[in-house]
Nanobody
Framework: VQLQASGGGLVQAGGSLRLSCAAS????????MAWFRQAPGREREFVSA????????YYSDSVKNRFTISRDNAKNAVYLQMNSLKPEDTAVYYC???????????????????WGQGTQVTVSS
């Protein structure tokens, strides 16, 4: 599975950005696509995920009600619409893929098999 992420950039606080991640190669029926982020000097942090078969969505508390994850089945793509951005959202954002996992495992970055290259999101105050 190959992942290609795009859509990062520089935005002022309160602004919006939309990240995209396209998956190619072999996929599975119940796979999970997720977004993580990593700020300098910090560990990789779970942001959001979607389970492909059911469309179930998951968010970290820090982005709930501001970020929205969605998918395009035809393109095998996942999107992260980020609204009301804050300076603390500044990080490199990564998309990740797992063939299938239980809900409690979704926020754990160590369990994901495949990662995109990362896209920088910078929010200025």
């Amino acid at each position: 599975v190959q992942l290609q992420a795009s859509g990062g950039g520089l935005v002022q606080a309160g602004g919006s950005l939309r990240l995209s991640c396209a998956a190619s190669g072999r996929t599975f029926n119940n796979y999970v696509m997720a977004w993580f982020r990593q700020a300098p000097g910090r560990e990789r942090e779970f942001v959001s995920a979607i389970r492909w078969s059911s469309g179930s969505k998951y968010y970290s508390d820090s982005v709930k009600n501001r970020f929205t994850i969605s998918r395009d089945n035809a393109k095998n793509a996942v999107y992260l619409q980020m609204n009301s951005l804050k300076p603390e959202d500044t990080a490199v954002y990564y998309c990740a893929f797992h063939p299938g996992m239980i809900v409690s495992s979704i926020p754990n970055p160590d369990l994901y098999n495949y990662w995109g290259q990362g896209t920088q999101v910078t929010v200025s105050s």
